[in-house]
């Protein structure tokens, strides 16, 4: 069903309506997690007139997130909803003839939703969405054919586990035990690893079937077009003797038939990565290259173009040169430009996310930003002319769609302006301190709206996961929920984290829970000494890697009066074939029974538990893979044996993040109420008391 919008001339005036002139701005409160539109996947049509894009809503009677289809012009004149279902649909893809637009859904009875999402195409000339695939266990990141007659897509292997009843020697209608022999046997949300695999398959048109044109013991991903429509290229880590046993993918081609053997384009020991992008004549591909098994989880991307179509003499590229050596930041999201003289690209960098592009035929060209400023750029899709449909956040503005025409940035989506307007929100600005070993460190502070200087506040560090990621000038409810209750907050980009340049990124490597440390602490000392946070009233707490972070951190100082550890671990022997990181652990760790002493040394927050004196609050997935609640559960027994204030909260049927909203908002309001108790007691003492739920 299409539904005609309301002008953005209308809109601006409803937005100007609200504007501070006419209305007094209040405070963030936890009811605004509910009303935040999420903007995501633009895709600019083939004849650059339109952008399709996907809107996420909240409803919180119901519980449950919908995403629907949009679009809106590229003058920004007009905008659609395109679909208005209570299913959700997604990864809104044009047809190259301008056509149809094919999206992902999952419609229908009971029966047919649990054949998984299917595809869908939306005919430009009207009527509604029609269901054209039906494969069972549903499909994935769809792509158009440049002729517009078939659509790659990723889907898995059918489990025999589906049908119990018709397994060999199991015949009952019981779930059948689950029987693995994997290396790698579990993966968040995943669950336990049989012998599944996603592999490439293809959609025709014409005689609407689908055929399989991958097969084999390992994952292949992120398919792509030849220019002539004959030709795949994937990501896979295929050709290794176990697959389980490396993070290396690799580049490979396949023709666009059943039966094709595919072919090695790379071999190299770094990890490629991304979407492979084809040049427009077909010779060539690029794709991101990262690093080593040894080094993956702190991998940053760089450039690599090579030839589509080696001669078999050469074999596969084993050391392809790498574009912009000299960069020492990580690049994504690569694309051609329509004439194959530019390669366009994500640019990170301390704090911010940019597009950028680098000549085609100068490896060694320094990249060139079409954006700028303390924003967040994502999700680029390029026209023909040359300009981008973009989204873009700042600090105090959500993901919006923008036109990135040269390096001038046009927003042509407001869905959230109205929230916005009614809104007081904190200041955020930029902070850089000192380690207590000189290392310099960079990242974000926020001040509740009224901000007094000279005045000290009670102040959270609240600390990013990852390692490998970075807190940037992007909107974040968190961080805003927690200024409009009263608190500075510290967004800080220790060592390991992203932005600063790969020597920066590998500092913690083998070694957490020491250098990271070192510089939250670092950052506190600096804020205590502008004379911002008061250093009687100091919070600190994190998800993932930042519950990995908090609890080290606490094990080493007793300044903090309360801490939330999320989804972390302090003993990380204990993990060992728990989580879902082996990999990692034997590659850069070392097998505990060889390297017992490094795992002992990492796990200091645990066997220095009779240290720590911060109250602490416990939280995490009840079915979280990738850093199981055993990690919090420990800790939480350690700190109760221990007699020290301590509280576990499990979320049930979670995994590692939590995505339903009554949990997303419970989460954010025991945060509040546990660090008002310690910190702001006359501020505990008017709550409720209760979640947010």
Known sequence: MIKPVIGLSLV????????????????????????????????????????????????????????????????????????????????????????????????????????????????????????????????????????STRIAFVAGDEDPADEPEKLDGWKRKTTPPIVIDRYHFKEDRTGYLQDLYSHIGMFDLASKTATMITKGNTDDLSPSWSPDGKQIAFLSKRGHADPDRTSNEDLWVVEARTGAEPRQITKTAEGEAGRPAWSPDGSRLAVVIGDTDRFAQYSMGKLIVVPSNPPAAAGPAAKPPIYMPSLDR???????????????????????NHLATVPAENPNATAQRRSTGRRVISSPSPGKDGNFAVLAAEATRLNEVYALEGANLRQLTRHNDPLLAELQLATTEDFQSKSKDGADVHGLIVKPAGFTAGTKYPTLLIVHGGPNGQDQHAFNFDREFLAANGYVVLAINYRGSAGRGTAFQKAILGDWGN?????????????????????????????SYGGISTDATIATDTRFKAAVSGAGVALYMSLYGVDQYIVQYDQELGQPWKNKEAWIKMSHGFFNADKIKTPTLFMGGEKDFNVPIAGGEQMYQALKSLGVDTQLVVYPGQFHGLTIPSYERDRLQRYVNWFNKYLQPAAATTASGKAGG
């Open 12 to 147: 601006l005036a409803l937005s100007a309506a609200l504007s501070p002139g006419a209305q007094t701005r209040r405070a963030l409160v936890l009811d605004d997690h509910s009303r935040i539109l999420s903007v995501g996947d633009p895709q600019r049509s083939p004849d650059g007139a339109w952008v399709a894009y996907t809107v996420t809503t909240i409803d919180a009677d119901k519980d449950r997130r919908n995403t629907d289809l949009w679009m809106v012009k590229w003058d920004g004149s007009q905008q659609l909803q395109l679909t208005s279902s209570p299913d959700n649909e997604s990864s809104p893809r044009w047809s190259p003839d301008n056509q149809y637009l094919a999206f992902v859904a999952s419609r229908g009875s009971d029966e047919e939703k649990k054949k998984g999402g299917q595809i869908w195409l939306l005919n430009r000339a009207g009527g509604e969405a029609q269901r054209v695939s039906d494969v069972k266990g549903g499909v994935g990141d769809i792509q158009w054919s440049p002729d």
């Open 330 to 352: 990580a690049v994504s999201s690569i694309a051609w430009s329509a004439d194959g003289q530019h390669l366009s690209f994500l640019l990170q960098d301390d704090r911010t």
């Open 515 to 543: 250098l990271e440390v070192a510089d939250l602490l670092g950052a506190v000392d600096e804020a205590v000494r502008q004379g911002i946070a008061d250093p009687n009233r100091l919070g600190i707490g994190g998800w």
